[in-house]
């Protein structure tokens, strides 16, 4: 939890209703208005400064409180940079191509709706982007299925079923990172931890999508088009293995997550520099400006151009922002007083899991905004899980069983409207086949709790 001690003591009905108008206003600006998350929740910093002002906490105190927010999200702040540096050393050595390319390689036979599954969550993994991958292979996937006269609301189902396993699995992940930071858990140890609810979520859902696969083999010649475009980057050679395989050894070894991605990028960019045909002087900006892919195709194009720190900087502000708004919450004694009733309430190991994935789910469902569901159910939680002898990578794997993969479910959230608008199929129509969105909460009610003890 935030180091900050609350300077008032409002009662649990005010404190409800002045959290809730606040929700409330987010939501109105990001569902309504459609604004960037960045401008609700400034203002409701405003408010709760005002709030503060009026209960006889210093300005002093109030910002104290807002800084030592944001510094509690440092460690995940510098993670961000370097996962736009890894992202973009790792397109020049062709790591990210290589991957893609094997994951188009499964593409054929009878299993369609469970190959688009699998081959978005190979895809999803090595992106560590479910909107990226979405917003590129998945609207491949889709153009296919249309000319094949296939289901276009299971094949989105699939498709953004493997592009939000992709998102939680990936140590490329913004949402993995900051689940991890947020609670304070090792990055590679919260994903060895959510595969035990996340790898039955995908063997099931890839059975259930095998299941409702037509029972004739279909010809995907879209395919081969990826194929020769990533080709003719020239950027896959063998060497583009070796960055992947760095990082899985770091990983195995317990490497903390910054020096594997820093180990893994640097190898990467001087492998890039020898085989990309980039000169360095050009190597080295893509660390800041990412990689632009310059193919006759516009799908890979679109696919590889992507990566540098400057692509971190929208989450690195919203992040910064929202962790100061978590502090103010604490220090005028909004979330202490919430909390308390719950430390009342939730004793049962099983009923604390629940409670977690609902105020995910209920924070995604208000506002629409996975970073928030995140890092406000992470910090409300903390204190709780610790006081029950619940160890917190049980409370990061809910936060992303619950808060990350939840919100493509929801018609207003970010991520819905988004998928929605680039694949032609609204919100509603693929939920009932997001299979592996719809199952993750479930198993980590279900069974969570057998593994949540320290």
């Not at 153009?143 to 490329?172: C, E, R």
């Amino acid at each position: 939890m935030f180091p900050i001690k609350p300077k008032h003591q409002p009662s649990l009905i005010e404190s409800v209703l002045f959290f809730v108008f606040i929700i409330g206003l987010i939501s109105f600006f990001i569902i309504n208005l459609d604004t960037v998350p960045h401008i609700p929740i400034l203002i409701g910093v405003f408010l709760l400064v005002a709030y503060g002002l009026i209960n006889r906490i210093s300005f002093k105190e109030l910002e104290d409180a807002m800084v030592a927010g944001a510094k509690s999200g440092m460690g995940a702040v510098f993670l961000f940079l370097l996962i736009g540096v890894l992202i973009s050393s790792w397109m020049i050595s062709g790591t990210i191509p290589a991957l893609i390319n094997t994951g188009f390689s499964l593409i054929g036979g009878t299993w369609f709706y469970g190959i688009v599954f699998a081959v978005t969550s190979i895809i999803g993994v090595s992106l560590g982007s479910s909107l990226t991958t979405t917003a590129t292979v998945g609207v491949a996937f889709i153009g296919m299925a249309s000319a094949m006269d296939a289901s276009l609301a299971i094949t989105a189902g699939a498709i953004v079923s493997g592009a939000f396993f992709g998102d939680k699995m990936s140590p490329l992940s913004d949402t993995t990172n900051l689940a991890s930071t947020v609670v304070g858990v090792d990055l590679f140890e919260h994903i060895k931890h959510i595969s035990l609810t996340t790898i039955p979520a995908f063997i099931i859902s890839f059975i259930l999508f095998v299941i409702l696969s037509p029972n004739h083999s279909m010809i995907l010649s879209g395919i081969d088009e990826y194929r020769a475009a990533l080709t003719a980057t020239n950027l896959i050679h063998w060497t583009s293995w070796i960055p992947l395989i760095i990082l899985v050894v770091c990983t195995i070894y317990k490497v903390s997550a910054f020096i594997a991605l820093a180990l893994s990028s640097s190898v990467a960019t001087l492998f890039a520099g020898m085989t990309s045909g980039l000169n360095w002087s050009q190597i080295w900006s893509t660390w800041f400006n990412g990689y632009q892919a310059n193919t006759n195709f516009k799908p890979v194009n679109e696919l590889l151009t992507k990566g540098g720190i400057d692509s971190m900087l929208f989450t690195v502000s919203l992040v910064i922002i929202a962790l100061g708004f978590g502090g103010l919450l604490f220090v005028t004694g909004i979330i202490p007083s919430i909390l308390s009733s719950f430390q009342q309430k939730l004793r049962k190991v099983r009923s604390i899991i629940a409670s977690t994935a609902a105020t995910a789910i209920g924070i995604n469902v208000l506002i629409g905004e996975q970073y928030l569901s995140i890092m406000l159910t992470g910090e409300t939680f903390k204190s709780v899980y610790q006081d029950a002898g619940l160890s917190k990578k049980a409370l990061s794997r809910t936060l992303e069983d619950a808060g990350t993969v939840i919100n493509p479910l929801v018609p207003w959230s970010v991520c819905g409207v988004f998928i929605a608008d680039v694949l032609g199929v609204s919100v509603l129509t693929y939920l009932p086949f997001a299979f592996f969105c719809l199952l993750s909460p479930v198993i980590t009610v279900l069974f969570g709790g057998k593994s949540a003890m320290k």
